[in-house]
Structures are given as structure tokens and as C-alpha cells.
């Protein structure tokens, strides 16, 4: 999904409540199963504000 805005969490009703933070890194985990974990096609880049 180009250009799409991600927002904070994923609540289940509303907006999420993160404020906004300075730059950090980036982590990404997987779901604790044991299985081989891949991800692919992930883009980053600096967004204009």
C-alpha cells in the first residue's frame, strides 16, 4: 500500500492515542509460534511533514 499514513496502533473502535515521537528505529516481530518468520516488501522512507 503506497503512500498510506500509518497512524499509531490498531485500535478496535477510533483513532489510536500515540503521540507523535522523534525518529527511533524500526522493529518488527513475529507471533512467538516457533515457525519461520519472513517478511518482504517492506519500504521505508522519510516522510515530508
Known amino acids: ?21 522523534g525518529k527511533g528505529p524500526i522493529k518488527l516481530q513475529d507471533h512467538g509460534d516457533n515457525s519461520r518468520v519472513s517478511y518482504r516488501n517492506i519500504w521505508v522512507r522519510e516522510l515530508e511533514k
Do not use: A, F, L, M
Not at 503506497?2 to 503521540?19: A, C, F, R, S
Open 1 to 21: 500500500q503506497d503512500h498510506v499514513e500509518i497512524k499509531g496502533t490498531t485500535p478496535y473502535i477510533g483513532w489510536p492515542k500515540n503521540p507523535p515521537h
